[in-house]
């Protein structure tokens, strides 16, 4: 039987999502005798060397996560994509799997299925998140170890965009951490990277752009530029030029997400004011931004667009 929320054992339960270790418990009041009691009567279910579910059923991923928290010996924290999740982070769409902690280099611990340790000789206790009930390593320091965690470089410089358009953490935040990180995966793709996202990059298809203007010897862009409609109402533009004579040429990248009725839609009248107000729009596909950038910095070139 679940315990009320009003009992010293219930809030207890609540603020850890109906986990809790066995020290904790005896702590309240309760006795190791009614604790074996309640597992063997089946309402209560044990995990590890030290916690205990106030259930009998199989674990939530969130209860998971301070299972694995609670039942180690030492300094412990969710980390990574991991930490970034309960924060909320949507990493494209897709369902995260294996949980990540992260402990000392060396130090004892235990892994439960499904859970993933790294160990880490630059992870003390100033990492810990401290405004977190559940340990987790802060947001700047959990983006870049997820960056560094990806199998790709496209894909490390895509979760540290994602989490600075998330608001998770500011690109100076990521830029202030990365000399702690030591030697890592995708460094220097993701120094460059920082440095796009603080120029306003925030997608996956911005970063290819700006990095396909630096690998053809052409000008930057404005990113993620802020105009207002004819009616006063803002709008953000993928990549903008302002040209020598004074012509201003507008990039659109369209994602799939922009085949879709609604967004084919509603991209055709964004298209429509933006010309309106005297700029030349040309338009390219994410795969084109990624893959046919020889191509796309071409026809960028031949618009006016100037090296340098």
Not at 65 to 94: H, Y
Not at 129 to 141: K, Y
Not at 254 to 279: F, L, N, P, Q, T
Request: net charge positive.
């Amino acid at each position: 039987m679940q315990q009320p929320h009003t009992s010293p054992i219930g809030r207890l339960f609540s603020a850890q999502a109906g986990v809790a270790t066995f020290r904790q418990l005896t702590g309240r009041g309760v006795s190791i005798h009614h604790v074996r009691a309640q597992v063997s009567a089946g309402r209560w279910r044990r995990f590890g060397e030290h916690c205990i579910v106030s259930h009998n059923f199989e674990p939530t991923r969130l209860q998971m996560m301070w299972i694995v928290s609670l039942d180690q010996p030492g300094l412990v924290a969710m980390a990574g994509l991991t930490a970034l999740e309960t924060a909320g982070f949507k990493f494209f769409g897709r369902e995260l799997e294996l949980i990540h902690f992260v402990v000392p280099r060396g130090a004892k611990s235990r892994s439960f299925p499904g859970t993933y340790r790294h160990e880490s000789r630059r992870f003390f206790e100033g990492d810990v998140d401290g405004a977190s009930p559940l340990p987790r390593t802060g947001m700047p320091r959990s983006a870049i170890d997820a960056a560094a965690w990806q199998p790709y470089p496209r894909y490390a410089c895509g979760v540290l965009a994602a989490a600075v358009q998330q608001r998770l953490c500011t690109a100076s935040e990521l830029a202030a951490q990365m000399p702690r990180v030591g030697r890592v995966r995708h460094k220097a793709h993701m120094r460059l990277a920082i440095q796009d996202i603080a120029g306003g990059s925030q997608a996956l298809s911005e970063l290819d752009v700006a990095g396909m203007c630096r690998r053809f010897g052409l000008r930057a862009p404005d990113r993620q530029s802020i105009r207002r409609d004819r009616h006063g109402r803002k709008r953000y533009l993928d990549c903008e030029w302002l040209l020598p004579d004074g012509a201003v040429v507008v990039l659109e990248i369209d994602g799939a997400h922009h085949m879709e009725v609604e967004h084919w839609e509603a991209d055709m009248k964004r298209e429509r004011g933006v010309v309106i107000s005297g700029r030349r729009v040309l338009r390219a596909t994410a795969t084109e931004a990624r893959y046919d950038q020889a191509e796309l910095a071409a026809d960028l070139e031949a618009s006016g667009i100037p090296r340098g």
